[in-house]
């Protein structure tokens, strides 16, 4: 049997990679990462204010060097082999677009005008629109958020779009339509970036955009303009049906077969969010746990519709016919930040350094600083007087969103070193994650086994034996490098007909696991105190 070849595209918070794999076996033939430029430069955004924009010109510049840097040593008949192209990214990363579905930024007048740009999933800057829709959807007819939820969240794609259309008048007369980011990426590559036909993610529209077969589609148009006039029009221009990522979004055009030195007969499939596709890439079967744990988390559950469809789950992120896999019940959660939590504490102790002693010493220290403090920090006890922290630098995703929210400290004393705060800040990444399994049981939704993906999970035993102790399970690390762009490599290999189902092309091309973390029990016992201590902050700073 001549093999063939599918390519997963996975665009992360600060990086994009390609795998090309074989569709039969699931051996990587090439892969290739891109950080993007301008991202790295920290431009258009600005942390202060929950202002996080990336540029068009670098999802297509990474686009582009990834997928031929993938391609650059594969021999021909790999090359030749190669059927199809799934891609994936963060979410909701929503962007204007003009009639022909170009983004504003890539047009000369709004090339440097963050808010003609894509909006990453952590900007925040749409708080108050999102308490608008909660309050609006709440006293309707139909509670648009009953199946996000019940709570509509700042980083989602209507409160985003709101938001930039009252902020600024060149984008509401420019702005024909809006899309996410995996769509606007999938729809490049076919060609045909049309916003009223080009094939919108079932992943997407469902967990972000309100987006319900119940409703007809995204909400009414009454619902809309009541929330603002602005908004009048709106539905017609964005779309009614959405697709599952088995299904293809259409060809390779003429132009990126050419770019990329590929055949135009390549399928493109329908794209999905990291998270979903890494669920995938991850092996994920029904009541699988699986973690994305990198600068955030984000948490896939996938559940048979028929046993868990019919009931409403409080306070996450959505629960979506087809989201993970066609016929399945895709249930997401998360937490904003979690890897992101350690990035800041690292900054907080090398920013004085780099102001201090100059970038090269900054940067020498920011290389070792989280591993060093991980390896001091294992060896602390864990005692029932230990610091507790909150996890919300970022706010909290889930359980019930509310990204006001910040993170707190507490129990410092002057023997309190920087090991011990960092070991009360992975403790509380942990139970972050704890409050999200326990609203999945609490709401009858069984958790029958854990799984991690991600940089963190790859990087870190430390973090991943203390979430094992917390959460009282043990924990399997997948053994893909890039288990999100393998998962839309899998997914690209239903699109393009290799295999029939997500479930054979997991089984063909799945690469198991390599790490299992298994719960302490003295630690596990301890953490079940200092969690309660958790919640109590918690509580403490929510209703302060
Ligand atoms: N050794 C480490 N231990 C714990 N966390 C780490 C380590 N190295 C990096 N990180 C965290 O990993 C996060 C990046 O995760 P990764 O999965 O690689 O990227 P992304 O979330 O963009 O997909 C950062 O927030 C960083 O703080
Ligand atoms: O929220 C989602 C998906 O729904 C993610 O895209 C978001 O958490 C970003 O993930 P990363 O931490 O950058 O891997």
Redesign the pocket.
Known sequence: MTNSYVIGVDF????VRALVVNAQTGETAGTHVHEYARWKQGLYCNPATSQFRQHPLDYLEGLEATITGALANVSEDVRKGVVGISIDTTGSTPGPVDETGLPLALRPDFAENPNGMFILWKDHTANAEAEEINNLAHHWDTDYTKYVGGIYSSEWFWAKMLRTLRVDEAVREHAFSWVEHCDWMSAVLTGNTNPLTLRRSRCAAGHKALWHSEFDGLPSTEFLTKLDPLLGGMRERLFTDTFTSDLPMGKLSAEWADKLGLSTNVVVGVGAFDAHMGAIGAEIEPYAFVRII???TCDILMAPNEEIGHRLIRGICGQVDGSVAPGMLGLEAGQSAF??V??WF?RLITGPVRELLGTEAADALSKQL??HL?AQAAKLPVTENDIVALDWINGRRTPDANHTLKAAISGLNLGTDAPAVFKALVEATAFGSRSIMERFIEEGVPIKKVIAI???AK??PF?MQTLADVLNKPIQVASADQACALGAAMCAAVAAGVHPTMEAAQKAMGSGFDAEYHPRAEQAAIYETLYQKYLKLGEFVENK
Not at 12 to 15: L, V
């Open positions: 992360g918070t600060d990086s990198g600068t955030s890897g992101d350690y990035a690292a989280i591993p991980s991600g940089g963190v990087k870190s973090v």
